[in-house]
Nanobody
Framework: QVQLVESGGGLVQAGGSLRLSCAVSGRAFSNYAMGWFRQAPGKEREFVAACSWNGGSTVYADSVKGRFTISRDNAKNTVYLQMNSLKTEDTAVYYC?????????????????WGQGTQVTVSS
């Protein structure tokens, strides 16, 4: 079965950095786009970033553009989210997702497998 396991979340001060990882097993990782979404308390899940099957095409939410970087290592079946200049409003549970196709997308319906999430808390 397909499994996505996130890691790297934690507590960090505003202005700090974290790097999230998501390891994928059970499917041909390099054939599919990967995305990151987040959900803050009391809010709907929102798109953060996505990359195409080879990482050659990336898309970002406006709120994280210039601060977050998505990348992938197809040899390790892993996708990363480097988060710099973190703000308190970045506090959320972060989910990685594996795409339906090789093309990066911004909407949740473009992804059919999801991880359990990792908590990121940014303190002021």
């Amino acid at each position: 079965q397909v499994q996505l396991v996130e890691s790297g979340g934690g507590l960090v001060q505003a202005g700090g950095s974290l790097r999230l990882s998501c390891a994928v097993s059970g499917r041909a990782f390099s054939n599919y786009a990967m995305g990151w979404f987040r959900q803050a308390p009391g809010k709907e899940r929102e798109f953060v970033a996505a990359c195409s099957w080879n990482g050659g095409s990336t898309v970002y939410a406006d709120s994280v553009k210039g601060r977050f970087t998505i990348s992938r290592d197809n040899a390790k079946n892993t996708v990363y989210l480097q988060m710099n200049s973190l703000k308190t409003e970045d506090t959320a549970v972060y989910y990685c997702a594996s795409g339906v196709t090789a093309v990066a997308g911004r909407t949740a319906n473009r992804y059919n497998y999801w991880g359990q999430g990792t908590q990121v808390t940014v303190s002021s």
